[in-house]
Nanobody, 127 residues
Framework: QVQLVESGGGLVQAGGSLRLSCAAS????????MGWFRQAPGKERQFVAS???????DYADSVKGRFTISRDNAKNTLYLQMNSLNPEDTAFYYC?????????????????????WGQGTQVTVSS
């Protein structure tokens, strides 16, 4: 079992930055693939970024070059550094964990692959 708790969301002006954190319980955090997803009102949940246990990453085209996913296995924490934010980034952001660790990060774009989800944190970007 893994419990995930996100933090770091808030209100920021367009062009600003935020760093989200996701604290994970359990001693096997380093063996999980991790992902960030987001959901805006009236829209489906969408993939944002993922990182496998070996550290390779993948990003949605809409955030590539602006967002950076990272993990600190010693602290059982996942991060999402978000720069150059724009109003289209406004959403509830969720972190998720997958024990499946697929052979390619591309599989981690599928939310069905994740067994554990946090409660989410709101990010609002004003124009």
């Amino acid at each position: 079992q893994v419990q995930l708790v996100e933090s770091g969301g808030g209100l920021v002006q367009a062009g600003g930055s935020l760093r989200l954190s996701c604290a994970a319980s359990g001693r096997t955090f380093g063996t999980y693939a991790m992902g960030w997803f987001r959901q805006a009102p009236g829209k489906e949940r969408q993939f944002v970024a993922s990182i496998r246990w070996i550290g390779d990453t993948d990003y949605a085209d809409s955030v590539k070059g602006r967002f950076t996913i990272s993990r600190d296995n010693a602290k059982n924490t996942l991060y999402l550094q978000m720069n150059s934010l724009n109003p289209e980034d406004t959403a509830f952001y969720y972190c998720a964990a997958s024990s499946r660790n697929p052979s390619s990060t591309s599989y981690l774009r599928n939310s069905a692959l994740y067994e554990y989800w946090g409660q989410g944190t709101q990010v609002t970007v004003s124009s």
